[in-house]
């Protein structure tokens, strides 16, 4: 088992997506057994995907909402 240090920085690694098999089972197999690594993990890719979410305000991608109103008007006859 891998300690909890190790977790730490395997999370890390993962939430950059540089995680190899072998570190993702250990990752995987301690986070079953450790609560707080659990929660770590959670909290950090919480925050990851905000940041990244804040990083992407700016591209010129249709909302959700805009394409919910594309749906209305197509499907409502004129
Ligand atoms: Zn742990």
Known sequence: ????KKAGVLIEKKLAHKLNTVE???LFF???VCKACR???AQSAFIE???TR????D???PSSDLKEKIHKSLEEPK
């Open 30 to 32: 301690h986070t079953i």
């Open 54 to 57: 804040e990083k992407n305000t």
């Open 1 to 4: 088992m891998i300690s909890c």
């Open 39 to 41: 929660n770590y993990e």
């Open 59 to 61: 591209k010129h991608k």
């Open 24 to 26: 993702g089972m250990e």
């Open 49 to 51: 995907k905000a940041l």
